[in-house]
């Protein structure tokens, strides 16, 4: 299996403008997690999935920020408009299921996102 | 509200040396406990996962156990190697309000040839 696949890898942007990051979890696992890892605040859970249905967005900082699931194979974190202060590296996971105790989450090579 | 905190923040060991890293968590209501590994510019690496109704868990030189009641967790590495520079972070997966997964800010790990 390929793992968990982001793009693109890095993303340099102005301020002001939209920003989107991609997804593909692990064919077959039926949760996504969206982070964000700063090195002020660490690891950042922002929105998870659960057979494609968003379950938890407490962590998703601004209106600025969203984040859909249209199938069971992509998801998009979208950012609009960017701020500086919104730089940082964005992780996706997946898991086989939120709701078991037995499910690792698997990390995909995250994006670092630079907001000028 | 969780909180999960790593001591030590930075540990430097000669090569060889068996070595414990800690975690600690404020609410014992949790689902499981996982830990990774995160080279620099990386991403995370899943190492163990232990159930909330898992005492240990063995992944060759790895050992991480866990005791709910009094809020923490160990990885225990043995025979460590120049290999094992990184750092190791855990995460707790609470059992209430959506199963959120809450990360320790890690222990920066050396292992000195």
């Known amino acids: 299996d390929a793992g968990v696949i982001q793009s693109p890898r890095h993303e340099v942007t102005e301020m002001g403008q939209e920003v989107t990051l991609r997804c593909k979890p692990i064919?077959?696992?039926?949760?996504l997690f969206w982070y964000r890892q700063t090195m002020m605040r660490g690891l950042e859970l922002l929105i998870y999935f659960n057979n494609n249905v968003p379950i938890d967005d407490s962590g998703m900082p601004e209106d600025r920020f969203s984040a859909k699931m249209p199938n069971a194979s992509f998801s998009t974190l979208k950012i609009q408009p960017s701020e500086p202060r919104d730089s940082a590296v964005y992780f996706c996971a997946s898991s086989l299921s939120a709701d078991s105790s037995y499910n690792e989450q698997f990390f995909g090579p995250g994006t670092r996102l630079t907001v000028l | 509200k969780q909180e999960v905190t790593q001591i030590p923040a930075a540990l430097s060991v000669p090569e060889g040396e068996n070595l414990v890293l800690n975690c600690s968590f404020t609410?014992?209501?949790?689902?499981?406990l996982q830990w990774f590994r995160q080279d620099p510019g990386k991403g995370l690496t899943s190492l163990l996962l232990i159930q909330s109704s898992q005492r240990e868990q063995t992944s060759g030189r790895l050992n991480a156990s866990l005791d709910k009641s009094s809020g923490r967790s160990t990885l225990y590495i043995a025979a460590s190697q120049p290999g094992d520079s990184a750092t190791y972070l855990c995460?707790?997966?609470?059992?209430?309000?959506?199963?959120?997964?809450?990360f320790g800010a890690g222990t920066r790990l050396f292992v000195k040839a």
């Open positions: 995460a707790v997966r609470r059992d209430t309000g959506g199963f959120k997964t809450i």
């Open positions: 064919s077959g696992h039926n949760s």
């Open positions: 609410d014992s209501a949790i689902y499981n």
